[in-house]
């Protein structure tokens, strides 16, 4: 990766006005080294996709600042890319112009960066297949590999596997970590699932709703590649269910 820098968050504050005004995200401070794996968790509300909206630029009306690299990035920009659970494929466009987005595979350059990414996203023989041809899995695949066409510094992900099946999903994990060993963006990822969390990530966000807040911050120091059974990955996992337990939210919204 280029010139990566540390994303920060300093003291985000958000609220939605309607008739009520609504206190989403209170006092966020969070700071993400260049290259780091993080997963935020926390119940349904707390604003998880609201965050991740406005580090993508998408949402500008919020309180504090967000720093990519030590300046302002309060703008969409392809420094960041934005994956969301729904892959937004074009159904008209093959698997390699989708990758392409608007920029011309007639493009020697552009030619060997979609190589490169089909290659990454291991979907060699597929480049010529329209969206409805591809499993769900293989469809993510191809949206990873058209925001890492923009080479951002910061690959945000809102449930980027929720709507697979349990096998897909655990096939796309251990692909998401393959991508990342290689391109070594800053991974920012919203899931629901504890075990996702603790087989993908240096760092467990918990989160507490209304107003939004980091509630606990787990390190996790497993060495990669992780195994779901190993004593080491059960603690890690209670531990981030203590943190959650701790809220009002029943037991049974999670996946576990
Ligand atoms: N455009 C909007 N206008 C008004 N309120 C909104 C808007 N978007 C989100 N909210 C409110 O902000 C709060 C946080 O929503 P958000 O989608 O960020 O939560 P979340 O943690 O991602 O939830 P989930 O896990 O269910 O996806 C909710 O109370 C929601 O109703």
């Known amino acids: 990766m280029s010139g990566s820098g540390k994303l920060e968050l300093i003291a985000v504050d958000k609220s939605f006005r309607a008739e009520k005004q609504n206190h989403v995200l209170a006092d966020i401070h969070l700071s993400l080294s260049p290259g780091e794996f993080v997963t935020i968790i926390g119940p349904s509300g707390c604003g998880k996709s609201t965050l991740l909206k406005i580090i993508a630029g998408l949402d500008a009306d919020y309180e504090g600042a967000v720093l990519l690299g030590g300046v302002d990035a309060g703008k969409p920009s392809r420094d960041k890319g934005f994956i969301f659970q729904e892959h937004r494929l074009f159904p008209w466009l093959t698997v390699e112009r989708n990758i392409a987005a608007n920029q011309s595979l007639r493009n ?32 993510q695949r191809v949206a990873i590999a058209r925001a890492l066409m923009q080479s951002p510094q910061v690959l945000l992900l809102d449930e980027p596997f929720g709507a697979l099946d349990a096998f897909t999903r655990t096939h796309m994990q251990e692909a998401l970590l393959d991508i990342w060993r290689n391109n070594r963006a800053t991974m920012l990822l919203v899931t629901h699932d504890i075990d996702e969390a603790v087989f993908l990530s240096e760092r467990i966000v918990v989160m507490d709703a209304r107003p ?12 990669y590649p992780r195994t779901r059974h190993s004593p080491g990955f059960q603690e890690l996992r209670s531990q981030v269910m203590r943190a959650l337990e701790k809220q009002e939210e029943p037991e049974e919204n999670w996946v576990i």
């Not at 490169?116 to 591809?134: D, H, N, Q, S, T």
């Not at 939004?212 to 060495?223: A, E, H, M, S």
């Open 108 to 139: 020697k350059e552009v030619r060997g960066q979609v190589d490169a990414m089909i290659k990454l996203v291991r979907l060699e023989g597929f480049e010529k297949a329209y969206p409805k041809e591809l499993s769900g899995g293989m469809s």
């Open 212 to 223: 939004g807040r980091i509630k606990q911050i787990v390190r996790n120091d497993l060495p």
